[in-house]
């Protein structure tokens, strides 16, 4: 099974990225002759790194080939309908054609048992919460946290100088890599992470010249620091007692 997956994702990676270059990208929005040939293109490299089981795994040539042309298909036509952003198209395009490999993979082997109880087992519940907490519960508890100085913080009604959303997502992903160090026992990137962060924000700090915003990024980036550090221990002695649970 591994070795189908490693040809079907190798062929994916060739396909979507290496051989598709960005003229032939705009070009399949247009005509549907560009779509056939990216599909086309896709279909003979899965045939070259299948030649030697061709036979075998014919029918997976041809289940992810009309996968791709169907997926690809529908994405031309929901980008035309509702236009939404790039980056968003391309994670849902990306799972949809993780998810066509996979189906060929259950295709040619069936559902293995394995994968049930990986997927439904306690280790991987406590990482879905844990990645849920960083991602989504920690924003809403700082917003509640933060309400109090909402009124007070003269320069949030400023006119906007930031990227859209820049502030969340640079919060979501330091928690990410606070939690993925705690569980590596890299504490000292915990350290690197709040300095770098320190030194990116002194420029702003400085040309502010503003106590309440000053105030306001050190309780923020504490806060954010603080629920990283304890989602990132909570997740790591949630695994250990896992393993050796007490009595």
């Not at 899965?46 to 061709?54: G, N, Q, S, W, Y």
């Not at 069936?110 to 991602?135: H, K, M, N, Q």
């Not at 300095?195 to 400085?206: E, M, N, P, Q, V």
């Amino acid at each position: 099974m591994s070795i189908l997956f490693l040809k079907l994702f190798l062929a994916h990676v060739l396909g979507d990225f290496v051989f598709q270059p960005n003229k032939l990208v705009q070009k399949r929005k247009e005509k549907i002759g560009f779509l056939l040939l990216h599909v086309a293109i896709h279909g003979m490299i899965l045939t070259i790194l299948f030649c030697t089981t061709l036979f075998k795994h014919w029918h997976i040539v041809l289940f992810v080939t009309f996968a791709h042309l169907l997926i690809d298909s529908v994405k031309i036509y929901v980008e035309r309908q509702w236009p939404l952003q790039p980056f968003t198209f391309f994670v849902f395009d990306q799972l949809l054609h993780l998810g066509s490999i996979v189906a060929a993979l259950v295709l040619a082997y069936g559902w293995p048992e394995t994968w049930t109880r990986a997927i439904f087992s306690d280790t991987s519940l406590c990482y879905v919460i844990a990645f849920l907490l960083t991602a989504y519960v920690s924003p809403i508890a700082l917003r509640v946290f933060f309400s109090k100085w909402t009124s007070q913080a003269d320069f949030l009604k400023k006119p906007e100088t930031s990227l859209p959303d820049a502030g969340l997502l640079i919060g979501i992903m330091e928690r990410l890599l606070i939690v993925l160090f705690v569980q590596i026992g890299f504490l000292s990137g915990i350290g690197f992470l709040l300095g770098a962060k320190s030194i990116f924000r002194f420029g702003d700090l400085t040309k502010a010249r503003d106590t309440k915003f000053t105030e306001y990024i050190l309780v923020g980036t504490f806060a954010s620091f603080i629920l990283g550090i304890l989602i990132g221990y909570a997740l790591k002695f949630g695994l250990k007692y896992l393993t050796n649970p007490i009595g």
